[in-house]
């Protein structure tokens, strides 16, 4: 299926000066956003609605892109974990792609990857070396760009905006959803679907929360801090309401920046990397042993390992870089990981680091 693309000419303008040109798929209209890249070859669907890209300019590496076209994409309350995707609606503030395939085979596929990304109001920009540039993005530091016509931006327009971005893709609203014997109260910070899937499977009912919910009046088994955009410092008072939470002993858990907020926390710090650790295929390591994970990660930031109190351990190291990817309370049934659990790069290779924590919250209750 699939009807022509519009092959208008555009442009792709980065902050250190380089200009590529490509053609234009997806909505008209310019975009602007942090430049980061992803080394997946399957599953754009879950990754455009990732959260976690919030705001973003994304690249896709992998050469082809949009051959398997999308699901049907509408959504109701009663489907909000519709399979194939991470939230109701695309993240990124724009698409690079190196080929974009104009017709779409699967017998799932209800539109293209440019019909869908035209109802959502998303651009984007095919015909470009998506590899060299992604080689661009490693060789310099905190790219930003901008995707328009072929009137130049000035230096100015690359400046970041504003830096607050979780009432932007948190839940408004307390909601309740599934039924189990141990209640989860999950702080929505960009929350991805996958995660409320996983703990459901695993007799959890969860407790949904906006990302600026007074903990307080929470009542709860367990907490979960989900993933998300943006800098971990940059998220109100949300680390000083974990920081009371320490002082309970209900188990927490934090996944990407809910990993980094739980560890500013703790009262360690994080830094920023050159273009963040993105894509299926991330190697970590269980410390005190041998073992490695294959694992999906979408951040930027990172935890800085010497910065961990003393009553805090490392969990996992990042095999290419050395970079902490999980730390664990001496003590207190406290942890978190920077990779995702429960994505499937695997496929289910960490699958078991969610089931030991709820394992953790059944024997508390017991």
């Not at 406290?334 to 990779?339: A, E, L, P, R």
């Given at each position: 299926m699939g009807e022509k693309v519009n092959k208008s000419e555009?442009?792709?303008?980065?902050?250190?000066?380089?200009?590529?040109?490509?053609?234009?798929i997806g909505a008209p209209g310019p975009a602007k956003g942090e430049l980061v890249f992803t080394t997946g070859m399957v599953g754009y669907t879950q990754t455009l609605t990732d959260p976690s890209f919030f705001d973003q300019i994304l690249i896709f590496t992998y050469p082809l892109m949009g051959n398997y076209g999308v699901p049907e994409a509408s959504f109701t309350d009663a489907d909000m974990l519709k399979s194939g995707f991470e939230s109701k609606q695309v993240r990124t503030a724009a698409v690079i792609v190196s080929t974009h395939s104009e017709k779409a085979f699967h017998w799932r596929c209800s539109q293209t990857l440019d019909q869908w990304l035209k109802k959502q109001g998303i651009p984007g920009l095919s015909g470009?070396?998506?590899?060299?540039?992604?080689?661009?993005?490693?060789?310099?530091?905190?790219?930003?760009?901008?995707?328009?016509?072929?009137?130049?931006?000035?230096?100015?327009?690359?400046?970041?905006?504003?830096?607050?971005?979780?009432?932007?893709?948190?839940?408004?609203?307390?909601?309740?959803?599934?039924?189990?014997?141990?209640?989860?109260?999950?702080?929505?910070?960009?929350?991805k679907w996958n995660i409320v899937?996983?703990?459901?499977?695993?007799?959890?009912?969860?407790?949904?929360?906006?990302?600026?919910?007074?903990?307080?009046?929470?009542?709860?088994?367990?907490?979960l801090i989900s993933n998300g955009p943006g800098d971990p410092k940059e998220t109100g008072n949300l680390?000083?309401?974990?920081?009371?939470?320490?002082?309970?002993?209900?188990?927490?858990?934090?996944?990407?920046?809910?990993?980094?907020?739980?560890?500013?926390?703790?009262?360690?710090?994080?830094?920023?990397?050159?273009?963040?650790?993105?894509?299926?295929?991330?190697?970590?390591?269980?410390?005190?042993s041998q073992r490695g994970f294959i694992t999906s990660q979408n951040h930027g930031y990172i935890v800085e390992e010497e910065s961990l109190p003393l009553n805090w351990k490392p969990w996992f190291r990042h095999l290419n870089d050395n970079t902490l990817e999980g730390i664990k309370h001496q003590t207190k049934p406290?942890?978190?990981?920077?990779?995702h659990p429960e994505a499937s790069a695997g496929p289910q290779d960490t699958a078991w680091v969610l089931e030991d924590f709820i394992q953790k919250v059944a024997h508390d209750r017991s």
């Open positions: 555009s442009f792709l303008y980065l902050s250190n000066g380089i200009k590529l040109k490509g053609t234009r470009i070396d998506t590899r060299h540039l992604a080689q661009i993005v490693r060789n310099s530091s905190h790219l930003t760009a901008i995707l328009g016509n072929e009137t130049p931006p000035s230096p100015s327009d690359f400046n970041p905006g504003a830096s607050l971005v979780l009432p932007q893709v948190s839940t408004k609203k307390r909601q309740l959803i599934g039924k189990g014997t141990k209640r989860i109260a999950l702080i929505d910070c960009g929350v899937r996983h703990l459901l499977s695993l007799d959890c009912e969860i407790e949904l929360l906006p990302w600026d919910t007074d903990l307080q009046k929470v009542d709860c088994s367990a907490w680390v000083a309401q974990v920081q009371s939470l320490l002082h309970q002993d209900r188990p927490i858990f934090g996944i990407c920046l809910g990993f980094q907020i739980l560890a500013l926390a703790a009262g360690a710090s994080t830094r920023k990397l050159e273009f963040g650790h993105r894509g299926h295929n991330q190697p970590v390591q269980l410390l005190g406290f942890s978190g990981v920077q990779f």
